[in-house]
């Protein structure tokens, strides 16, 4: 049990429509990542939030945008979704400026495009 | 710009059998190296992580040592059990980025047989 919380584990969407994921950070971390995970792929990083801010980007579209809230949380957001956007989603927490570096995920979200 | 590179799997071996699981990277300056396991159907768990140069993680009998000179960091452990099946992930992390971003390797699946 890692403390990173999402919802909803498994979703289906249609192409077009928009998406929002949610992450509750594990108690302490300041810091939360977004991942999507292709079938059969190592999982890509998509961005990063510190501070409320996004504080690095992977090589994703504009139409992927998130928020992080005063407590840490998070939420991911993917507009236009196409068919490609379907793979499991992601979140780890971390505390920036401490010690060991690790990081901690979620068990993820499970995203369908139809 | 950095990478990790893993051996194909899948990897079938029977009970008791020793594992390894090669992985390399490629980095600028001195990253922190991991490994993560994905058993079906869920998310990422660390299983050991290693920080500096010759730096030896290890957890439930797995090891891997961060061997700066090969820019390697395989994992092996000596008796492999049915519960040990899963999909392994080698990743790196940035030392300047503290936690967050991880490079993935694109995993190795490990299917041990009674």
């Known amino acids: 049990e890692t403390g990173v919380t999402q919802s909803p584990t498994h979703l289906i969407k249609t192409r077009g429509q928009q998406v929002t994921l949610r992450c509750s950070s594990q108690?302490?971390?300041?810091?939360v990542s977004w991942y999507q995970q292709a079938l059969g792929q190592g999982p890509q990083f998509i961005f990063q939030?510190?501070?409320?801010?996004?504080?690095g980007r992977g090589n994703f579209p504009p139409r992927f945008s998130g928020l992080q809230f005063p407590n840490y949380s998070s939420e991911l957001n993917v507009n236009a979704l196409e068919l490609d956007d379907s793979a499991l989603y992601l979140c780890?927490?971390?505390?920036?400026?401490?010690?060991?570096?690790?990081?901690?995920f979620g068990e993820g979200s499970w995203l369908t495009v139809v | 710009g950095n990478s990790v590179t893993q051996m194909e799997g899948p990897v079938t071996l029977s009970e008791e059998a020793f594992l390894t699981i090669n992985c390399t990277y490629t980095?600028?300056?001195?990253?922190?190296l991991f490994w993560y396991v994905q058993y079906p159907g869920e998310g990422l768990q660390l299983l050991l992580k290693?920080?500096?140069?010759?730096d030896k993680g290890s957890n439930k009998g797995f090891e891997a040592t961060y061997r700066k000179e090969t820019t390697s960091f395989h994992l092996e452990k000596g008796s492999v059990q049915v519960s040990d099946s899963a999909v392994y992930f080698c990743?790196?992390?940035?030392?300047?980025?503290?936690?967050?971003?991880?490079?993935f390797g694109q995993g190795t699946e490990l299917s041990v047989k009674p």
């Open positions: 990743a790196l992390s940035d030392r300047n980025n503290q936690g967050g971003k991880l490079i």
């Open positions: 290693a920080t500096k140069a010759d």
């Open positions: 780890a927490s971390s505390l920036l400026g401490g010690s060991g570096n690790t990081i901690y």
């Open positions: 108690s302490g971390h300041n810091t």
């Open positions: 939030y510190y501070r409320e801010e996004e504080n």
């Open positions: 980095a600028t300056g001195y990253p922190s």
